[in-house]
């Protein structure tokens, strides 16, 4: 069908696509009046919804039938009233300095969805791609030196060496125990480290009947009142991950070496399957992110250490393409940060447990970034969070392979008043992380998903932000070349400016207000 739009400022167009059986699913393509694919939502979401640009134009709306089960679907267009934007921060914005894995170690350019955690204790950032952990340590004017550390059978964990289906590493901020996880079908590879990756420890690697996607760890204290530990490790420990109907998460109570069995967090008449990662509040409030429930993101909910959850959505959100992510502060506020479906970068904040949310708002718009993809969050002080990202100020179908042309950079957005405003800055402003496309569409993708399907941010002992990403440009490209689709395992350190952590603002501003460092 073909929706002619008359221009309105301050609203966008909303085009939903939906049917009564949820089993069933089906993909909407919008289109110009060229025939060119102008936006897309193919998720598992119900409805399917794209945001458009309400101004003067003729778009044609293709449903693709994906699993139509004998179903119909139903289209509507609505012009909808663009939310307001409170203004950007006046805090002086951070600065990032970047470094990347030498050539000498082995998957340095294969570091696609990389994980990053920071052992607390010594301050090395521990870092995560396919099966190679590597180690990165700082010197006091900034200056990186990584290391492999990767598990194998020589250092204790045979099983770290196995081919991936999807890698993960976590490390818990107050135990510093690091685990390194490789997906294996219907079960997870997993061995942890105390020692930064001198020793490892395999383990029982996943809960019963875990998942065959899409699989996190987390970990963080136990729910008050609940049962708790069953050895001397303090903290609770979660496996996740999606399954063909649902997706499940299972608790360990002895540090990470044994889990229970799985327990559903939702169902695919809930929500998509595919989810985010794990976070565990304070107070054990367990949270996992989701870019498709109904016709919103949300987080499913565990107040009584996974044995039940609830699925609670944010309203003003649509569903998007990449996995949200949320980061917890200091007294259990939660900050989700997601690709909304007009692919803008948005965030929101929750006092009570996803039940509301408060400030929704657009951090790439005082940049002018028009797509993002792969949100990462992480909070310190409970009003303050940092929301790294992809992004380019680039329009359009950012997955056209042929017709995007786009450039993307590392973002990290910061609030330093609890997420009622956002400074926002380029992490990488003399270094294209990508040209052109780049697609989220899991593994019908072609050479554009060089970056896999996430990036991943946390933060030291003093409140740094570290944001660990997949350098997608290098060598040419970086510099005025063609794009080279490269995934080469890269941080961006925090290296000026308040931090996530108030008490240690002074600290860090003047260790480190004259280093420069970069790759």
């Given at each position: 069908?073909?929706?002619?739009?008359?221009?309105?400022?301050?609203?966008?167009?909303?085009?939903?696509?939906?049917?009564?059986?949820?089993?069933?699913?089906?993909?909407?393509?919008?289109?110009?009046?060229?025939?060119?694919?102008?936006?897309?939502?193919?998720?598992?979401?119900?409805?399917?919804?794209?945001?458009?640009?309400?101004?003067?134009?003729?778009?044609?709306?293709?449903?693709?039938?994906?699993?139509?089960?004998?179903?119909?679907?139903?289209?509507?267009?609505?012009?909808?009233?663009?939310?307001?934007?409170?203004?950007?921060?006046?805090?002086?914005?951070?600065?990032?300095?970047?470094?990347?894995?030498?050539?000498?170690?082995?998957?340095?350019?294969?570091?696609?969805?990389?994980?990053?955690?920071?052992?607390?204790?010594?301050?090395?950032?521990?870092?995560?791609?396919?099966?190679?952990?590597?180690?990165?340590?700082?010197?006091?004017?900034?200056?990186?030196?990584?290391?492999?550390?990767?598990?194998?059978?020589?250092?204790?964990?045979?099983?770290?060496?196995?081919?991936?289906?999807?890698?993960?590493?976590?490390?818990?901020?107050?135990?510093?125990?690091?685990?390194?996880?490789?997906?294996?079908?219907?079960?997870?590879?997993?061995?942890?480290?105390?020692?930064?990756?001198?020793?490892?420890?395999?383990?029982?690697?996943?809960?019963?009947?875990?998942?065959?996607?899409?699989?996190?760890?987390?970990?963080?204290?136990?729910?008050?009142?609940?049962?708790?530990?069953?050895?001397?490790?303090?903290?609770?420990?979660?496996?996740?991950?999606?399954?063909?109907?649902?997706?499940?998460?299972?608790?360990?109570?002895?540090?990470?070496?044994?889990?229970?069995?799985?327990?559903?967090?939702?169902?695919?008449?809930?929500?998509?399957?595919?989810?985010?990662?794990?976070?565990?509040?304070?107070?054990?409030?367990?949270?996992?992110?989701?870019?498709?429930?109904?016709?919103?993101?949300?987080?499913?909910?565990?107040?009584?250490?996974?044995?039940?959850?609830?699925?609670?959505?944010?309203?003003s959100s649509t569903p998007g393409d990449s996995d949200p992510s949320v980061g917890i502060g200091a007294g259990g506020t939660v900050y989700m940060g997601y690709q909304n479906s007009d692919g803008t970068a948005r965030i929101a904040v929750s006092h009570d447990k996803g039940r509301t949310w408060l400030y929704d708002q657009n951090v790439g718009a005082s940049l002018g970034i028009k797509n993002i993809v792969f949100p990462a969050v992480t909070a310190g002080d409970d009003n303050r969070a940092a929301f790294a990202f992809l992004g380019t100020t680039t329009g359009g179908d950012y997955q056209d392979t042929a017709g995007f042309k786009g450039v993307w950079h590392l973002y990290v957005a910061t609030t330093y008043d609890g997420g009622q405003s956002w400074v926002t800055v380029d992490a990488t402003p003399t270094d294209p992380v990508q040209k052109g496309s780049i697609c989220t569409g899991g593994t019908t993708?072609?050479?554009?998903?060089?970056?896999?399907?996430?990036?991943?941010?946390?933060?030291?002992?003093?409140?740094?932000?570290?944001?660990?990403?997949?350098?997608?440009?290098?060598?040419?490209?970086?510099?005025?070349?063609?794009?080279?689709?490269?995934?080469?395992?890269?941080?961006?350190?925090?290296?000026?400016?308040?931090?996530?952590?108030?008490?240690?603002?002074?600290?860090?501003?003047?260790?480190?207000?004259?280093?420069?460092?970069?790759?």
């Amino acid at each position: 069908m073909s929706v002619p739009v008359g221009y309105d400022a301050g609203h966008s167009l909303r085009v939903d696509v939906k049917w009564p059986d949820p089993a069933a699913d089906f993909d909407l393509y919008v289109l110009d009046a060229d025939g060119r694919e102008v936006a897309a939502s193919a998720s598992s979401s119900d409805p399917e919804t794209v945001l458009l640009p309400a101004v003067t134009a003729s778009y044609t709306v293709r449903v693709v039938p994906y699993a139509p089960l004998g179903d119909s679907f139903t289209g509507t267009a609505s012009l909808v009233a663009d939310p307001a934007a409170p203004p950007p921060s006046t805090a002086t914005p951070p600065t990032y300095a970047n470094s990347s894995a030498p050539d000498s170690i082995k998957d340095a350019h294969n570091a696609g969805e990389p994980s990053i955690g920071v052992d607390r204790a010594t301050g090395a950032a521990m870092f995560q791609a396919y099966t190679s952990t590597l180690k990165v340590t700082y010197a006091s004017a900034g200056a990186a030196t990584w290391q492999d550390k990767s598990a194998d059978a020589a250092n204790g964990c045979p099983q770290g060496s196995t081919t991936s289906l999807d890698p993960i590493l976590f490390t818990d901020p107050a135990t510093h125990r690091t685990f390194e996880s490789q997906l294996a079908g219907k079960t997870a590879l997993t061995c942890y480290t105390d020692d930064d990756g001198e020793t490892w420890t395999p383990t029982g690697g996943s809960g019963i009947d875990s998942g065959v996607d899409h699989q996190t760890i987390g970990g963080g204290p136990f729910a008050t009142g609940e049962p708790g530990p069953v050895t001397a490790y303090p903290n609770a420990v979660y496996y996740c991950s999606q399954d063909i109907a649902d997706a499940s998460c299972a608790i360990s109570r002895d540090g990470g070496l044994t889990y229970g069995p799985a327990v559903p967090m939702y169902s695919l008449l809930d929500c998509g399957g595919l989810h985010g990662h794990v976070k565990v509040a304070p107070d054990g409030t367990v949270y996992v992110p989701n870019k498709g429930c109904g016709g919103n993101q949300a987080v499913a909910v565990s107040e009584d250490n996974g044995l039940t959850w609830t699925v609670r959505k944010n309203p003003s959100s649509t569903p998007g393409d990449s996995d949200p992510s949320v980061g917890i502060g200091a007294g259990g506020t939660v900050y989700m940060g997601y690709q909304n479906s007009d692919g803008t970068a948005r965030i929101a904040v929750s006092h009570d447990k996803g039940r509301t949310w408060l400030y929704d708002q657009n951090v790439g718009a005082s940049l002018g970034i028009k797509n993002i993809v792969f949100p990462a969050v992480t909070a310190g002080d409970d009003n303050r969070a940092a929301f790294a990202f992809l992004g380019t100020t680039t329009g359009g179908d950012y997955q056209d392979t042929a017709g995007f042309k786009g450039v993307w950079h590392l973002y990290v957005a910061t609030t330093y008043d609890g997420g009622q405003s956002w400074v926002t800055v380029d992490a990488t402003p003399t270094d294209p992380v990508q040209k052109g496309s780049i697609c989220t569409g899991g593994t019908t993708c072609g050479q554009d998903r060089n970056l896999l399907d996430f990036i991943d941010v946390t933060l030291d002992a003093q409140g740094r932000v570290l944001a660990a990403y997949a350098d997608g440009c290098t060598g040419t490209c970086a510099t005025g070349g063609a794009q080279n689709y490269d995934a080469l395992a890269s941080i961006a350190r925090q290296s000026s400016g308040n931090t996530l952590y108030g008490a240690y603002d002074a600290v860090v501003a003047g260790k480190h207000k004259k280093s420069k460092g970069g790759r």
